[in-house]
């Protein structure tokens, strides 16, 4: 293993050093670059940059694996519950029975609002979009925290992002706030505060509690995606955590990134409706001059099956048929994958479905609209986003501060 690399620029020599990751993965540090010799790198999206050091997960994009603090996804979806991983994802390892219990505890003592955040959330119209209202409502939410300890923070995410997202759904939908029933799990209440009615408590289904834990998890992290990114960028610049949170839920809502959940069973319902001709869709999908991308597919790290795409498609056969419900959009799902993964296009460019592919049709089989489904996105992805600003708060990462090439006019005079 090389410990420098060395290149000429010019004529020039310069060497730069490497770093190296648990898995060998590899870079070249630039830090100096542009003081040693005068460039700077380009790269637009970031495909090739590392912005920092994490141990939070880990994907490996080629064979398709991803681990949360070491250990594989497929051994947490069978072991673990959401809260248990929450709790790995934050400190690093697994809780024993004792902080397993503490932690639910604590959480379960900040299960409530602020009067103040309920007063304002009755005046955000109904109209707006869910992912509109959580980013806001998240925003505000520490100026009605008293006394906020640094370790509390994340537990007040943790036990009130569901409410509120519990409440935007019941305004939806025309019910009044929901009711918190503390003597239940993370997940089981979760499910009584969306859907309890007035004097009926919701009756659990444990197919559907297994289910709703299994896709948070699913959620739960993914290194250094665009929300994630957005959430180290801002604490970089010494934001604060709710504000972080709120606007990795901005980026969150994007097409590309967490929307695409609504986007594919939107796109689904569309096949469907003009008479399911899938091959028609995927030609629709390949050609560049249509702005038209097949929703679920495709990854930036991914170039084999995602993880989660996997075991997301076996939670919703599991539960559709443990529950006996037929679902056209399923059926409609696994053609469209197995057509396009025969087809050359996706073949070629390694486009393999994503988790968004089969997330949406497990949250319509909970009962959850189109528009709740990035808002439980976001459920999931606390954890990741909070250890991720956690980390960076710890490793004193510098603020964020990419350059460009600027392509502009050169420096001109207003003629007048
Ligand atoms: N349908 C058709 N063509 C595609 C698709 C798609 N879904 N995804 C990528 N391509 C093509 C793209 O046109 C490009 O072709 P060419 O090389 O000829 O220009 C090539 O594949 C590489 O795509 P890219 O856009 O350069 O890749 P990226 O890494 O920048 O983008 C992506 C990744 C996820 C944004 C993209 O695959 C996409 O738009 N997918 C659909 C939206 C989606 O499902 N997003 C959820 C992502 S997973 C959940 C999450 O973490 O947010």
Known sequence: MCSVVNFNINGYHYKLPVVYGTFYEKAINISQLR????????????????????????????????????????QIINKCSFIETSYLILNGELPNTAQLKSFSEKIKKFNHLHKEINKI?????????????????????????????????????????????????????????????????????????????????????????????????????????????????????????FSSISAGMSALWGRLHGGANQAVIEMLEDILRSGGNIKKWIEKAKNKKDPFRL???????????????????????????????????????????????????FVEKKLYPNIDFYSGIIYQAIGIPKYMFTVMFALGRLPGWMAHWKEMKNNKDPIGRPRQIYIGYKKRNIQK
């Open 35 to 74: 003081d040693s010799t005068g460039f700077i790198t380009f790269d637009p999206g970031f495909k090739n940059t590392g912005i920092t050091k994490s141990s939070i997960s880990f994907i490996d994009g080629e064979k398709g694996e991803l681990l949360y603090r070491g250990y594989p996804i497929e």
């Open 295 to 345: 929703m679920g597919f495709g990854h930036r790290i991914y170039k084999n099956f995602d993880p989660r795409a996997k075991i997301a498609k076996k939670v919703a056969e599991n539960m559709i048929q443990k529950l006996g419900i037929s679902d056209p959009i399923l059926e409609l799902a696994k053609n469209l994958e197995k057509e396009a993964l025969q087809d050359p296009y």
């Open 121 to 241: 959330f009755d005046h955000i119209p109904n109209f707006y979009h869910p992912m509109g209202i959580l980013s806001s409502l998240t925003y505000i939410l520490d100026t009605f925290i008293n006394s906020l300890q640094k370790e509390d923070m994340y537990l007040h995410l943790l036990a009130k992002l569901p409410i509120l997202a519990a409440l935007i759904y019941r305004k939806k939908v025309g019910l009044p706030p929901p009711h918190v029933n503390p003597h239940l799990d993370y997940t089981s209440n979760l499910l009584e505060m969306f859907f309890s009615i007035p004097n009926k408590s919701y009756e659990q289904n444990p197919i559907i509690t297994d289910a709703l834990n299994k896709i948070l998890i699913l959620h739960a992290d993914h290194e250094q995606n665009c929300s994630t990114t957005t959430v180290r960028l801002l604490g970089s610049a010494d934001t604060g955590l």
